[in-house]
């Protein structure tokens, strides 16, 4: 089942599966939802960045190595990763973001984030 569009043009895009082994080898993914899509399901360990704060917070996400970017349905985490390509980080969509996460059976935290 798709449950969103494909990531933009040079923009790798990860399946549930393959994000789930990245988490498990300790990879960083940042969340670009709105605080409201945040606390209704999220990846453990996420880092939450909405989309207006992308620019304004890349130091943040800026590491060595990969880092997978998720959202609703992977079209704004696709044009944030294309943004941060753009800055020379490893950016990676998850292809039918949090739809296809939660579908895969993966495992979700739901409230707040703590800081």
């Given at each position: 089942?798709?449950y ?7 923009v790798?895009?990860?399946?549930v599966?393959?994000l789930?082994?990245?988490?498990e080898a ?14 209704s399901?999220h ?6 960045v909405?989309m207006?704060?992308v ?8 590491r060595?190595?990969p880092?997978?970017?998720?959202c609703?349905?992977?079209a704004?985490?696709?044009?944030a990763?294309q943004?941060y390509r753009?800055q020379g980080?490893?950016a990676r969509?998850?292809g ?5 996460w939660i579908?895969?059976?993966?495992p979700v935290v739901?409230g707040?984030q703590?800081?």
């Amino acid at each position: 089942m798709s449950y969103g569009t494909s990531s933009p043009p040079g923009v790798p895009e990860v399946t549930v599966d393959e994000l789930s082994d990245a988490i498990e080898a300790g990879r960083p993914v940042v969340d670009v939802r709105e605080h409201d899509e945040w606390e209704s399901g999220h990846i453990s360990g996420a880092l939450l960045v909405p989309m207006t704060e992308v620019v304004a917070r890349v130091n943040e996400v800026r590491r060595p190595g990969p880092v997978y970017v998720v959202c609703a349905t992977g079209a704004r985490s696709g044009r944030a990763a294309q943004w941060y390509r753009s800055q020379g980080i490893d950016a990676r969509n998850l292809g039918g973001g949090m739809k296809a996460w939660i579908a895969g059976g993966q495992p979700v935290v739901y409230g707040p984030q703590s800081e």
